[in-house]
């Protein structure tokens, strides 16, 4: 934030003498300096020439609600001095507790409308990291699942190759059988021929 203006500012106030209650300063005290005043309250205190008396309705410091600034000890002669208000009301300084000024507002409902703020804020932001969290463990479940199923792949890959093997290997084995009982069958009848050829040969 920049430099601003206690005039342009929310918690720029003035207190009620017999209240002492915090008010909204008003636009003519911000901008003129000019206090907000009343018919006194003493009769005696008027005059035939002026008319009655009046008497200020507020105190001649104005009041930060938020205690940055203490403008009685910052420039105490300002007390009678219009021109000391609104050089004080106008300068720029530097401020973190600044709100722009919504007139009809209050300083404490400035006050309470930078708590709902905050609060919306805050919850727009819950909100955000609420939904990224739930994203991201989405994410982290689909990944999951994804890997899952790539390991499922494998398996039936790998059991369907196994299977493959077996039935080869057991093909193998068959016509490995087959081909050894013919061979011993061949071999049976060659033994036989030649038992017989030779008794043959030693008959004659």
């Keep these: 934030m920049g430099k601003v203006k206690c005039a342009d500012c929310g918690f720029f106030a003035q207190r009620n003498k017999i209240s002492r209650e915090i008010v909204e300063a008003e636009d003519r ?32 410091f104005p009041v930060c609600f938020m205690r940055v600034v203490d403008f009685r000890k910052e420039k105490p002669e300002m007390e009678f ?10 300068s720029e300084r530097d401020c973190v507790s600044y709100t722009p000024w919504k007139q ?3 300083p ?9 703020d ?6 727009v ?10 994203n991201q463990q989405a994410a982290q479940e689909h990944q999951w699942r994804e890997q899952q199923a790539a390991k499922e792949r494998q398996w039936r890959l790998e059991d369907h190759e196994a299977a493959k093997a077996d039935a080869r290997e057991n093909r193998i084995r068959h016509w490995q059988n087959i081909a050894v009982g013919l061979f011993v069958a061949i071999l049976s009848v060659v033994a036989t021929l030649a038992a017989v050829w030779l008794g043959k040969l030693l008959g004659e």
Excluded: C
């Design 81 to 90: 001095n219009l021109r000391l208000r609104v050089e004080v009301a106008s």
């Design 104 to 106: 009809g507002f209050s």
């Design 118 to 123: 905050a609060q919306r804020t805050w919850q």
């Design 125 to 134: 932001e819950r909100d955000r990291e609420d939904k990224e969290w739930r």
């Design 29 to 60: 005290f911000r901008s003129h300096g000019e206090m907000a005043v009343k018919a006194s309250s003493n009769p005696s205190h008027g005059d035939p020439l002026f008319g009655p008396a009046t008497e200020a309705i507020y105190d001649s």
């Design 108 to 116: 404490k409902e400035h006050f309470e409308m930078n708590l709902l």
